[in-house]
Every structure is written in C-alpha cells, then in structure tokens.
C-alpha cells in the first residue's frame, strides 16, 4: 500500500522561503505521477503543481508560478516543492498525492485523479 508522508511546513514570515518534503513508500515511486495541493480554512482544496514519473513535464497554478518549484527525487522516493517569497495568502495545509501512471510524462493537476494521499503540513505565513 503506497503511503506518503510531507514534512517542512513551518510558521514564517511572508518573504521566507520553505521546502516541502513528501516520503513515499509502498510502491515504486518512478511509476507515480505526483502533485502539491494545498487548502487554506473556509476554502476548497486547490491544485498547487504537478510532476510526471520522469520529472519532464510539471504544471503550476497560475498563482503560484514563479515562485512554486515542484522536483522529485526518484533515487530517494521522495518529492519536493520549494516555495519562495511567501505570502500571507500561501497559509494552508499542503497535502501531497500520488497516483501510478502509465506515462513518462503525464501530468495530472487535478484532486480527483489522486488516489494515495499524505496527511498534510501547515504552513503559515505571518506579514
């Protein structure tokens, strides 16, 4: 059973940056596409950046490019997303997910087409 695990949230100052972990395990993690979505309170969960099997193809919300890096470590199982200069808006749990692909470089920005899921990480951001 595949099962994922983000750590690296923290409480910072808007302008701080942080790197988000996610450890994967169960599977082989180079058969999984993988993303970031994260849910602020009294808001739907949104998609934050998405990365294929092979690391070739990725997909950013429009709210978060340029400042949002999503990677993946397949040696290591685990996959990332750096984030950088912060804003009081980026407070909320990120969660990361996983789902087998049958494509190199497919990527999937949307929740429902996740089927593993970590517990999330907060993160908060203070102006």
């Known amino acids: 059973q595949v099962q994922l695990v983000e750590s690296g949230g923290s409480e910072v100052q808007a302008g701080d940056s942080l790197r988000l972990s996610c450890a994967f395990s169960?599977?082989?993690?180079?058969?999984?596409?993988m993303a970031w979505f994260r849910q602020a309170p009294g808001k739907e969960r949104e998609s934050v950046a998405a990365?294929?099997?092979?690391?070739?193809?990725?997909f950013y919300a429009d709210s978060v490019k340029g400042r949002f890096t999503i990677s993946r470590d397949n040696a290591r199982n685990t996959g990332y997303l750096q984030i950088q200069n912060l804003k009081p808006e980026d407070t909320a749990l990120y969660y990361c997910?996983?789902?087998?692909?049958?494509?190199?470089?497919?990527?999937?920005?949307?929740?429902?087409?996740?089927?593993?899921w970590g517990q999330g990480t907060q993160v908060t951001v203070s102006s």
């Open positions: 169960g599977r082989t993690f180079d058969a999984y596409a």
């Open positions: 990365i294929s099997r092979s690391s070739g193809r990725t």
């Open positions: 997910a996983a789902r087998w692909s049958p494509s190199y470089v497919a990527v999937f920005s949307s929740s429902e087409q996740y089927n593993y």
